[in-house]
């Protein structure tokens, strides 16, 4: 069942798209929200054309995603790839996590619209991003020691 998502912004009714109750769910009650003043490292994505940003929030214990969190501003679709990510890579070793894509975030939320396919690229740049941070950090942590 496909759903049709109206916004108001400024005073006007905008149409958002149609998204199936995957992606309903993952908007309405999105997992893993909120910050990680702990974080073992952090990554940030976003795409200039529609506003949309990305940060992602990671605990690494033994080179897995012990817990990772997400703040996001932006679209229905922004939201809930951004909530599938961290579902589909939390538990993972971060070189599992590493061969997350867009693709693979799309894929099991059941779908996007066409012009809403670009918001699944955060989930994956932003994971990437903090992979990256993260092991520039622990080079970082290697060479105080």
Do not use: W
């Not at 061969?99 to 699944?120: F, Q, V, Y």
Request: charged fraction near 25%; hydrophobic fraction near 40%.
């Amino acid at each position: 069942m496909l759903m049709n998502i109206l916004l108001h912004k400024k005073g006007k009714n905008m149409f958002c798209g149609e998204f199936n109750e995957n992606v309903i769910d993952h908007f309405m009650s999105p997992r893993n929200t909120g910050t990680m003043p702990d974080a073992d490292a952090i990554g940030s994505s976003g795409d200039p054309n529609c506003g949309d940003s990305l940060t992602l929030y990671l605990k690494i214990k033994n080179d897995k995603i012990e817990d990772i969190r997400f703040l996001v501003f932006g679209c229905v679709a922004a939201i809930a790839t951004s909530s599938m990510t961290t579902v589909l890579v939390k538990g993972k070793t971060l070189e599992e996590a590493s061969r997350l894509t867009d693709e693979d975030i799309t894929n099991a939320l059941g779908g996007l619209p066409e012009h809403k396919l670009h918001c699944s690229v955060l989930g994956a740049d932003a994971l990437k991003n903090a992979i990256q941070n993260y092991y520039f950090l622990q080079t970082e942590k290697d060479a105080l020691k």
